[in-house]
């Protein structure tokens, strides 16, 4: 199989942005988030997503990775695109998720791409709280400032796993790599007039703080992000040729979060740009990058 670029679907958000330069075309309205796994995302085989995983199987997918609870794509890749704050908020586990919701939870991941002067994450909390001492907060609106906000930066990692009360801030763009599942219970929205899910959140939040932006780890000619049960993340600065071979057992996907390049594979050959994510199929077979400045997230479901 050759690989299969996949066309990104644009959503709306409240806290979004039109400027999505210079990943995407600016649309005109408040984007805040691109996603490019979902089981709708058109592809370059003329199917969605989900589609074209039912036809090809373990083709596309691999002899090791199952799909997700549901039938869904394993792994959710998206860009996120900060104008405001985005809410308070905690994701379930699988055990929640799939008791209460019918759906897997949601354990994440965050590659920071770019951030204004003053710009913040927000992970774990400043300090271990009760849940009465939450509602006591909220009660009094004070959640924002119960959150450890960290200066956010280009090239940072903050690894979120489900139950971890966290947010982001405004001026921040974001590669987001997670269990395909979108459960968001909110505990706080600036008096947003969205719904809150406070017992929910409460149910199966940690309270306790986080350690902050990840460092990145040497790995094969490139650097380990992150990397959990659900997915596994690496990123790669190619400036010159690199060749890779896909894994029978698994996919892997090429995002291109910087520049540009040229993508081969046996007879196939694409132009491969910022903005642009890549399925490799397992059976895709050897293939070959070139480039100059091509940064290159390449996410897989590991072992």
């Given at each position: 199989?050759?690989?299969?670029?996949?066309?990104?679907?644009?959503?709306?958000?409240?806290?979004?942005?039109?400027?999505l330069s210079p990943w995407f075309p600016n649309p005109g309205v408040k984007i805040g988030e691109v996603w490019f796994t979902a089981d709708a995302n058109p592809t370059s085989e003329g199917l969605p997503l989900r589609v074209l995983m039912e036809r090809e199987g373990e083709k596309l997918l691999g002899t090791a990775v199952q799909p997700a609870f549901g039938?869904?794509?394993?792994?959710?890749?998206?860009?996120?695109?900060t104008r405001e704050k985005l809410s308070v908020q905690?994701?379930?586990d699988d055990g929640y998720g799939e008791q209460n919701e019918g759906s897997p939870g949601k354990t994440e991941m965050w590659y920071v791409l770019r951030a204004d002067v003053n710009a913040t994450i927000?992970?774990?909390?400043?300090q271990s709280m009760r849940p009465e001492q939450i509602r006591q907060a909220l009660y009094e609106g004070t959640m924002?400032?119960?959150?450890?906000?960290?200066?956010a930066r280009a090239g940072q990692t903050y690894f979120i796993p489900a139950k971890t009360i966290h947010a982001v801030g405004a001026g921040v763009v974001i590669c987001?790599?997670?269990q395909n599942s979108d459960?968001?219970?909110?505990?706080?929205?600036?008096g947003r007039p969205r719904e809150l899910h406070v017992e929910s959140a409460l149910n199966v939040?940690?309270?306790?703080p986080h350690p902050g932006p990840r460092h990145a780890v040497p790995f094969g000619g490139g650097v380990l992000l992150a990397s959990c049960p659900h997915f596994a993340t690496e990123c790669f600065d190619i400036k010159d040729t690199v060749e890779w071979h896909s894994d029978w057992e698994r996919f892997h996907l090429l995002v291109a979060t910087r520049g540009s390049g040229v993508l081969e594979s046996r007879d196939s050959k694409f132009d491969i740009h910022q903005g642009e994510c890549w399925l490799i199929p397992a059976q895709c077979g050897a293939y070959t990058i070139h480039a100059k400045n091509l940064e290159i997230l390449r996410i897989y479901v590991p072992a």
């Open positions: 199989m050759k690989p299969v670029q996949l066309q990104p679907q644009f959503v709306e958000r409240v806290w979004g942005t039109t400027d039938g869904r794509f394993p792994i959710l890749v998206k860009f996120l695109f905690v994701h379930p927000g992970a774990g909390l400043r924002e400032g119960k959150l450890e906000w960290w200066p987001e790599i997670q459960i968001t219970y909110r505990l706080w929205d600036y939040a940690e309270l306790i």
